[in-house]
């Protein structure tokens, strides 16, 4: 820890210039430790970008640190250079230079990956109560002590039961660990002396012996991976990728510590600050209430007063010359960055000097909202957590549980470790991950707790009993997902204005309530707080295709089918369409492509379809969006559909060669999109079979690739080999034990496990379509949904698990078990018309035409929004013509009721809707044989006549709607 020096700012006695030109990193001053930013201000002022005498560059700008922090190819985390002279072979060299912080990619993304994986919203907010229980178990014990160290025994404890509980060290065990994070920590300071040496050291040893003991136990007794960062850790992403012992050792070494400083510091400094102004405490207080005021207010104590006073110890290396302000930082030299030299008081960069200054700042951070600042996290977006007030339940709870906070001596503030006033050497914080993620989640309710047991409890609010509860129910769904992304669903117009105003990309997300990829995709993807960071960094549109004028929008940006995500650069261009089938974390990539640059997919493919000189410019970043886009929402933007499979497998054979998975995955694409297309026969393909047999081979690549794999596995192994062949065998056994392994992947979402067994199922099907399945395959099916069932509580993530989990069963013949699980699935369903349809059509497989069609109408009844009962009105229609045409009346009933449900505005009929009444037409004209049908019919026509005539006579849209029910018929 740094010497006892005064908290207060002192006099300097030097110039700025001066301060600046001898200001050495090395050899601090001792009142730098009490109050770093006159030496930043003068830093910044006449020496923003200034070497230093070990040959590295201190950089104290906002606009110089952030090309440092996102320029993760010319800037490098790796630290094995700088830390071998400063530890020489020892225990801390070894941590160090093994930690996931001071780590290059793969290492570095690979462990990242497997951490965040644990750490969704919703596992975050599993974990409220065993927080709530530590807060108050804290607050109990500091009220029975009467006089307290508020970082001792309250800000220090907490960090440590927070990570104790993600690595599940027992209770019992967790003394030692802040003693030897300190150590390990304090080894971190620019002079290390050498009692820290050995301290660090013996640390380091100590905490390795523990581990291996605690790891060795966690193996013998695994847990849910999905919460338990220590077995996501033992798991790993596959075989082929799993940390050797010693790394992962480490790396739990790095989750322990890295929120105890940091953590402690940040609520430390947030109480101190209160402290120190009681009226802004008791402003804050008095909004809490509110639903931003504590988020923004923890954000901004953040920036305000930082937890880091300087950040990365170990500093970046540059890989190349790269200019940064006014310097040119060569190859090897070190970048260090200081977050805490970051003006903190807005764009004119001059950090407040006065008491009343300071307090206006303060008071501006929670009631008008916060600033960009590094401190946030520059690299990678999903550096620190920005929607920290996702957790605002607890507001109430601790508004609810107001306690006396014990006395604290008047010496209290001149007691606190300098850290907490004013910063620490310390940090463990790089571009692209910071540590501090994991608790900064958590500091909402944390700091809520605190504040509510210094504070009178509120008065409780005067409303209804009933009323609240009907809006809380209503828009319960919403919160869940969208709460921390700042969607736009008013005037899309407007939100490209603003996408180019802000010169940020424009992400358009089109979908449905109902629709179970689109809940898929909430459940596992837009809950991810990478995701939710990197949304900042966009303008986020989300178009629900039940809103008003959503299906002439869709036909504006040509998108049909739920759900459909585009990303538009600044000026309004389509860079890519996102593959919502794909893995969170392909995902992300593709997004973080597209994010960084990537010139319009339609100018790419044409490049790599030319062979000429822009053939040779595509980088790899090019080729892989290329085989990441969604082209089965392509709605036909870039190639005519039949031109699909041969432009893709041109592309594969096109790639480079030191390209392989990319070419891989356009092979796969282009064999499931030429199985696919209207009328495919097989076509035996000696080639493409001994390359599927190669990728089946590899559980890397069946990994990278298990969309494509499970989605069309009968499809392609139909397509590429002859009915009942040996090829067709081989091809068949090895991917159905590919499939194996990725129903057994705990690393993919229960839904598309599902998917993967349901592709065995067809597999198994495929030359034998009415044959019973194998008893171990039928008794796979039950055991795999009655898990799915039984662990899926999230209702975005149910509505798409069930649908997979049903067809699973429909597919193996397991009619009985999947009528009785949609049945139930029809009380938790927040679209409970949906799972109907599923009941129809499982009846429908019986042979219970009556069955079949309540359970349509059933379906249309319950319906919401004006596109989806249009939708499902049309379905119930034409299943009646199909399963009981001799009952015109109730046909002319159903499809009148279709009608007279439409808007008559020229919006109603583009896209989804349009298409629907076509379907219908097109199927009653098929039905209309006898006098009585056609006399139906006219009679639905002529409904319909006057539905389109009160849309505006020269409007385009009139003769669609006229014609509509008037579609050529099926069999003309």
């Not at 030496?39 to 090309?67: C, F, N």
């Not at 007794?221 to 077995?231: I, Q």
């Not at 650069?569 to 369409?577: A, H, I, K, L, S």
């Not at 799972?835 to 319906?863: C, T």
């Amino acid at each position: 820890m740094p010497p006892s020096f005064p908290v207060r700012s002192p006099t300097l006695t030097l110039a700025p210039e001066q301060i600046a030109g001898q200001f050495d990193l090395r050899t601090l001053p001792p009142d730098f430790y009490a109050d770093p930013y006159p030496y930043y201000h003068a830093l910044r002022q006449h020496a923003p970008v200034k070497p230093m005498p070990d040959g590295s560059w201190l950089l104290t700008r906002y606009e110089d640190i952030l090309p440092v922090y996102r320029d993760h190819k010319a800037c490098s985390s790796d630290k094995k250079k700088e830390f071998g002279p400063k530890f020489g072979p020892s225990p801390l060299l070894e941590h160090h230079t093994t930690s996931l912080i001071f780590n290059d990619p793969p290492l570095h993304t690979h462990v990242r990956r497997a951490i965040v994986g644990a750490l969704t919203q919703r596992h975050i907010a599993a974990m409220e109560p065993g927080l709530v229980k530590l807060v108050d178990a804290l607050l109990a014990a500091m009220e029975a002590k009467g006089e307290v160290d508020l970082i001792a025994d309250y800000a220090a404890a907490i960090p440590i039961g927070i990570i104790g509980n993600l690595l599940g060290v027992p209770l019992e065990e967790r003394g030692p660990l802040r003693d030897w994070s300190l150590a390990i920590l304090g080894a971190l300071e620019p002079v290390l002396t050498p009692e820290r040496a050995v301290a660090g050291n013996a640390a380091v040893t100590d905490m390795l012996a523990y581990l291996k003991v605690l790891v060795a136990e966690r193996r013998a007794h695994l847990r849910d991976p999905n919460v338990d960062v220590l077995t996501r850790l033992i798991l790993g992403e596959d075989d082929t990728e799993r940390l050797t012992e010693n790394q992962l050792l480490h790396q739990c070494i790095f989750l322990l510590n890295a929120g105890h400083e940091t953590t402690t510091n940040l609520i430390g400094n947030a109480l101190h600050a209160l402290a120190e102004w009681p009226d802004e405490k008791a402003k804050l207080i008095a909004r809490l209430s509110g639903n931003a005021a504590i988020g923004t207010a923890v954000e901004e104590f953040l920036r305000f007063e930082s937890g880091q006073s300087h950040h990365d110890p170990g500093g970046r290396r540059r890989r190349h010359q790269v200019a940064a302000g006014v310097a040119h930082h060569h190859r090897h030299r070190r970048c260090e960055p200081r977050s805490g030299a970051v003006p903190r008081s807005g764009p004119a960069g001059r950090r407040p000097r006065t008491e009343s200054a300071r307090r206006l700042r303060l008071r501006h951070s929670y009631l008008r909202g916060i600033e960009p600042c590094a401190a946030r996290g520059a690299g990678r977006p999903g550096a620190l957590p920005g929607a920290l007030s996702r957790l605002r339940a607890r507001r109430r709870a601790c508004a609810r549980r107001p306690r006396p906070l014990p006395r604290v001596p008047a010496s209290a503030g001149a007691g606190l470790p300098l850290s907490v006033r004013s910063g620490t050497l310390t940090t463990l914080t790089s571009a692209g991950s910071n540590p501090m993620t994991l608790p900064l989640r958590l500091l909402v309710p944390v700091l809520m707790f605190a504040l509510a047991a210094c504070s009178p409890a509120p008065e409780p609010p005067k409303t209804s009993s009933a009323a609240p509860q009907t809006v809380a129910a209503s828009k319960a769904p919403a919160a869940l997902h969208e709460d921390g992304i700042a969607w736009r669903k008013d005037d899309v117009d407007a939100a490209f204005v603003a996408a180019k105003a802000d010169h940020k990309p424009l992400f358009l997300y089109w979908g449905a309530v109902w629709c179970p990829p689109c809940n898929q995709v909430k459940a596992t993807l837009f809950n991810r707080q990478d995701f939710i960071e990197r949304s900042r960094y966009f303008v986020p549109v989300y178009i629900d295709g039940d809103s008003p004028s959503a299906q002439k929008l869709g036909a504006r940006f040509n998108v049909v089918g739920y759900p459909t995500m585009i990303l538009f650069n600044p000026d309004g261009r389509e860079v890519v369409r996102l593959p919502g089938e794909a893995d969170p974390e392909q995902y992300m990539r593709v997004l973080t492509m597209g994010m960084n640059g990537a010139r319009p997919v339609k100018d790419t493919l044409a490049a790599a379809l030319s062979g000429g000189r822009g053939h040779a410019a595509l980088s790899a970043d090019d080729w892989r969006m290329l085989a990441y886009y969604s082209w089965i929402t392509d709605e036909q933007q870039l190639i005519p559909q039949k031109n699909v499979a041969p432009t893709l497998k041109r592309l594969a054979q096109a790639c480079p060669a030191e390209q392989k998975e990319t070419a891989v995955r356009l092979e796969l694409k282009a064999l499931a999109a030429g199985a696919s297309a209207k009328g495919a026969k097989p076509s035996p393909d000696a080639a493409a079979t001994a390359r599927l047999l190669a990728v089946l081979g590899d559980p890397r690549l069946v990994r990278e690739n298990f969309d494509t794999l499970t989605e069309y596995a009968d499809k392609i192994a139909g397509f590429a080999t002859a009915p009942k062949s040996p090829e067709r065998g081989r091809l068949v056994a090895a991917w159905t034990a590919a499939l194996d392994r990725l129903v057994a992947d705990a690393s993919l979402s229960t839904t598309d496990r599902l998917v993967a067994l349901s592709a065995q199922v067809g597999l198994a099907r495929l030359d034998a379509k009415d044959a019973p399945l194998p008893p171990a395959l039928l008794k796979t099916v039950r055991e795999q949904v009655a898990r799915a069932d039984r662990e899926t509580t999230d209702p975005y993530a149910r509505q798409a698990v069930i649908d997979a989990a049903a067809d699973a069963m429909v597919q193996a013949g397991l009619l009985d078990d999947a009528e009785t699980l949609l049945k139930a699935e029809l009380k938790r369903s927040h679209s409970p018309y949906y799972f109907m349809v599923d009941l129809a059509e499982v009846a429908k497989k019986r042979g219970d035409k009556a069955g079949a069609l309540d359970w349509y109408a059933q379906s249309y009844a319950s319906a919401r929004g004006p596109a989806t009962r249009l939708q499902w009105g049309v379905r119930y229609v034409n299943a009646l013509v199909e399963l009981a045409p001799q009952d015109a009346a109730r046909i002319e009933h159903a499809a009148g009721s279709v009608i007279g449900e439409l808007d008559p505005v020229p919006d109603t009929f583009y896209d989804r809707n349009l298409r629907a009444l076509e379907r219908m037409g097109r199927k009653l004209g098929d039905w209309s044989k006898d006098p009585v049908q056609r006399a139906a019919l006219g009679r639905i026509r002529g409904q319909m006549d006057g539905v389109c005539a009160k849309l505006p006579a020269g409007d385009p849209v009139r003769a669609k709607c006229d014609a509509s029910l008037r579609a050529q018929s099926l069999k003309a």
